[in-house]
């Protein structure tokens, strides 16, 4: 099972940027296609919204990849 922590870990991490490259990307095309103000609003609060949920992202399969995961807590006195 630690193993599989450990290579969710990695897929977690490696999905965050490019979570956030396929975003801007479509923001890109999106604003490119459509260049009205209405539309940049609407990417650009997408995109300030899913940034920091990506870097959150990316610090889980972190941590996950490090194995910090490897042995959780079963009482709260394990804490």
Same mark, same amino acid.
């Given at each position: 099972?630690?193993?599989? @922590?450990?290579?969710? #870990?990695?897929?977690?991490?490696?999905?965050? +940027?490019?979570? !956030?490259?396929?975003? %801007?990307?479509?923001?890109?095309?999106?604003?490119?296609?459509?260049?009205?103000?209405?539309? @940049?609003?609407?990417? #650009?609060?997408?995109?300030?919204?899913?940034? +920091?949920?990506? !870097?959150?992202?990316? %610090?889980?399969?972190?941590?996950?990849?490090?194995?910090?995961?490897?042995?959780?807590?079963?009482?709260?006195?394990?804490?």
């Amino acid at each position: 099972m630690n193993t599989v @922590k450990r290579a969710m #870990g990695l897929v977690w991490l490696l999905l965050g +940027p490019v979570a !956030i490259i396929y975003l %801007i990307s479509m923001a890109a095309a999106e604003i490119k296609a459509r260049p009205v103000i209405d539309t @940049k609003i609407q990417w #650009g609060v997408f995109i300030i919204v899913f940034v +920091p949920i990506s !870097i959150g992202m990316m %610090i889980f399969g972190y941590y996950a990849l490090k194995g910090e995961y490897s042995q959780l807590p079963e009482r709260s006195e394990d804490l």
